[in-house]
């Protein structure tokens, strides 16, 4: 049973090692162990210490989840606790999103985690989807946020330049998936690469000069007219948990006056929504 557990700790840290590209004598020098017993472990012919375990996967830049996943693999204690956002140990994040989002108003901002599941969204981020006929099999939890933005049945009418974007996106969260191995990532790539979209206007193989760069996400407005948005993607900077490691959020800001404007007058309230939604046929 060792050496099995062994080879799988190898396996996995040869993986990871490869994945960012680092040889094993770079990785022996700056985790400051012998390359000769990095290698052993990779093989699974010795099994690696717990405090150069951490070394080595922290030099590597590995998730936190990963790291707790190699540590248990190898026979250690996980390094790093894992809570559910409602466990008051972690009031202080909520507070933080709930700043963070409400500070943001009138634009929109969303907090999602790894997966781009939906933890929380402000306002201005409900107004501008909740006049949307989205299927309900999308809204059901978790509410994954980049299948309801993409989705030809969620938000995806909404958007005018949706090709490009679904391009860029798809690029982005292939990104990702080379930095953190994550499989519930994989599969969310699988399903949107698979959704029927617009060709993109803009090649990517073009470069990012004059007029093929990307420029803002263009969506239909609830009142008619197209507003235009760009966006700044935030994380937590000193996470102290798996938890807080993965969250992130996106926010939205207007990218020209006119989308400044009625951002400014865009409604809020539940009932004047509800009627809005009325008024476009777009609720019963």
Do not use: C
């Not at 006929?133 to 809204?139: G, S, T, Y």
């Not at 939890?141 to 798809?170: C, E, K, Q, S, Y």
Request: hydrophobic share 45%; aromatic share 6%.
């Amino acid at each position: 049973m060792a050496t099995v557990t062994s080879q799988a700790v190898g396996a996995l840290l040869r993986d990871w090692r490869e994945r960012r590209r680092v040889t094993q004598l770079e990785l022996a020098l700056e985790a400051e162990v012998s390359a000769r017993h990095l290698s052993f472990v990779e093989t699974g012919r010795s099994k690696p210490g717990r405090e150069m375990l951490l070394r080595v996967l922290e030099r590597l830049e590995v998730p936190f989840r990963e790291q707790n996943r190699l540590l248990l693999a190898a026979g250690y204690a996980p390094a790093f606790p894992e809570r559910s956002l409602d466990d008051p140990e972690l009031q202080p994040v909520r507070d933080a999103l709930d700043v963070i989002l409400r500070g943001h108003e009138p634009y929109p901002a969303v907090a999602v985690d790894r997966a781009w599941n939906l933890v929380a969204a402000n306002s201005p981020m409900y107004a501008l989807t909740a006049v949307v006929d989205v299927d309900p099999a999308l809204l059901e939890p978790p509410i994954n946020v980049m299948r309801v933005g993409l989705h030809p049945r969620g938000l995806a009418p909404l958007m005018v330049n949706l090709g490009d974007w679904h391009a860029h996106w798809l690029e982005r969260l292939e990104r990702q998936l080379a930095v953190t191995g994550d499989e519930e990532l994989a599969a969310l790539i699988e399903d949107i690469a698979g959704y029927p979209v617009p060709e993109p206007e803009r090649d990517p193989a073009s470069g990012v000069s004059g007029s093929d760069i990307l420029g803002p996400v263009r969506v239909h407005g609830p009142g008619g007219g197209d507003l235009s948005f760009f966006g700044m993607f935030a994380t937590f900077d000193t996470p102290f948990e798996v938890t807080t490691s993965e969250l992130a959020i996106e926010l939205l800001f207007p990218a020209d006056p006119v989308t400044a404007e009625l951002l400014k007058n865009l409604p809020t309230d539940p009932d004047e929504l509800l009627a809005l939604a009325r008024e476009l046929g777009r609720a019963p």
